[in-house]
């Protein structure tokens, strides 16, 4: 059994900053990508940044040069580094890992909240 566990959701005011974290637990398993998506009411879920397990990493275009994603392969965990926030950033941040335990599956987290206050 694979969970991934968010933390560091919250409400910041517009240009602040927040710092998520997602750890991976469960059985024996190979985690390739890891990443975070999100997801406004009303709107569909989008790319927010991904990381590979060598290190290459891409971004949505809407958090370009704002945010960074970074992982520590020991620690089975991916961090989002969420800098000049903005109230579009407002949403669901999901936590995403590409998994290797009995075949490739994607695997999510259960969500954490992000609101920023204009």
């Known amino acids: 059994q694979v969970q991934l566990v968010e933390s560091g959701g919250g409400l910041v005011q517009a240009g602040g900053s927040l710092r998520l974290s997602c750890v991976v637990s469960g059985s024996p398993f190979t985690i390739n990508v890891m990443g975070w998506y999100r997801q406004a009411p009303g709107k569909q879920r989008e790319l927010v940044a991904t990381?590979?397990?060598?290190?290459?990493?891409n971004y949505g275009d809407s958090v370009k040069g704002r945010f960074t994603i970074s992982r520590d392969n020991a620690k089975d965990t991916v961090y989002l580094q969420m800098n000049s926030l903005k109230p579009e950033d407002t949403a669901v941040y999901y936590c995403?890992?590409?998994?290797?335990?009995?075949?490739?599956?994607?695997?999510w987290g259960q969500g954490t909240q992000v609101t920023v206050s204009s």
């Open positions: 995403y890992a590409n998994i290797e335990l009995i075949g490739l599956r994607d695997y």
């Open positions: 990381v590979t397990t060598s290190g290459p990493t």
